[in-house]
């Protein structure tokens, strides 16, 4: 493996940790644990670190470490702002420009998305529950990606890309996350329905609806965050 690869890898693997819900927000980051667990060097973490850092899921502290970023409600809210003008317009705009290729790939996407919301859902421990994030928080990624990428537009594609996952850290360390995504897996059926009829203003709309109903986890989930580690 080269370096390069190493260091794509070990952003990929503390990546999904935090946006998995693996790691709750204000958690400080431990170097040398994350080294242990990846099976790299400090020096390689620190590279990853610095990514992260670059696109805002992570803030270095003065003479106290790295930690998870931690958004503020405000923050949350005008994310979402942004997401909600900007990925409506983007989904009408892939809905007569995906490809047959690309829609087969959104297919599949939505039936794994399912299956695995599905199973998680009949895990009794919330550790168990938490291990499927981040396979869901992939499948998730790439949806949009795929819509984004359809788009035509490298301004959308680079806008969005950090913004959704500045808010995956957030929503789903949430009440509620563990149990939205069945609910999730049918708003991602709605808009591959829209996206396969070439229905822009309807596929626009239904984004819209997605993108909104990730304010509002449900309440009275077991599935509390992680508590924060120590380094």
């Known amino acids: 493996m080269t370096v390069v690869t190493q260091l794509e890898s070990t952003y990929e693997y503390i990546r999904d940790k935090l946006t998995g819900a693996a790691v709750a927000p204000g958690t400080k980051l431990s170097r040398r644990r994350l080294a242990e667990e990846i099976g790299v060097s400090p020096a390689l973490v620190q590279q990853a670190l610095g990514q992260l850092e670059s696109e805002g899921l992570v ?42 290729k690309q829609l087969s790939q959104l297919e599949r996407i939505c039936e794994r998305f399912r299956e695995l919301a599905e199973k ?23 949806f949009h990606g795929i819509i984004l990428a359809a788009a035509a537009n490298p301004l959308v594609m680079n806008l969005t890309s950090t913004l959704r996952l500045l808010a995956q850290v957030r929503s789903n360390v949430e009440a509620g996350a563990i149990q939205r995504q069945v609910m999730i897996a049918g708003e991602h059926e709605s808009i591959l329905e829209a996206l396969q009829g070439r229905r822009a203003e309807l596929a626009s709309e239904r984004m819209l609806l997605h993108i909104r109903g990730s304010r509002r986890p449900l309440a009275g989930d077991e599935d509390a965050p992680p508590e924060r580690g120590r380094s």
């Open 59 to 100: 803030e270095r502290r003065p003479q106290s470490g790295t930690y998870v970023r931690e958004l503020s409600a405000d923050e949350y809210a005008n994310l979402c702002d942004v997401r909600e003008l900007i990925e409506p317009y983007a989904a009408g705009r892939a809905a007569t420009r995906l490809t047959a």
């Open 120 to 142: 998680v859902t009949h895990i009794e421990t919330v550790e168990g529950r938490h291990r499927f994030m981040p396979r869901l928080v992939r499948e998730e990624q790439d």
